[in-house]
């Protein structure tokens, strides 16, 4: 028997803002509220033990920022590269320069704390 990514756990300064960032991001929904002040997001009908992991935005008085040991990588399901890019834009992620270049396929982007993440070329097909 092996282990599965259950959920991922991303200290924040601001619960609420990024539980409605990356809700929009992954097309999920608020699964659950703890008292410490954390919010846990995940596949609508699905939840925590479903085929995709969950995400838990934990309150931090000092979450570190930008390039985590840990990042997300996100592909789009219903567009193309470029036009994912200008929807995760518009929800707020930014354009980061780790020293990438122009020749990379991916897009190197932060959330709205500053925590990396990439924007990577293929469309893969949703669950």
Request: proline fraction near 7%.
């Amino acid at each position: 028997m092996a282990c599965r990514i259950s959920e991922l756990v991303l200290d924040c300064a601001d619960p609420e803002r990024l539980a409605v960032f990356w809700s929009e991001v992954l097309g999920y929904v608020e699964i659950g509220r703890e008292e410490d002040g954390s919010i846990e997001i995940g596949p609508p009908d699905a939840g925590f033990g479903g085929a995709q992991p969950t995400l838990v935005l934990s309150p931090s008085g000092d979450p570190r920022r930008g390039k985590l040991p840990l990042h997300l990588d996100v592909n789009a399901t219903d567009r193309d590269q470029e036009a994912e890019l200008a929807r995760l834009l518009a929800l707020g992620a930014e354009h980061a320069d780790i020293g990438q270049g122009d020749s990379v396929s991916w897009h190197v982007l932060t959330d709205p704390e500053g925590n990396e993440f990439c924007l990577l070329r293929t469309r893969i097909q949703p669950l």
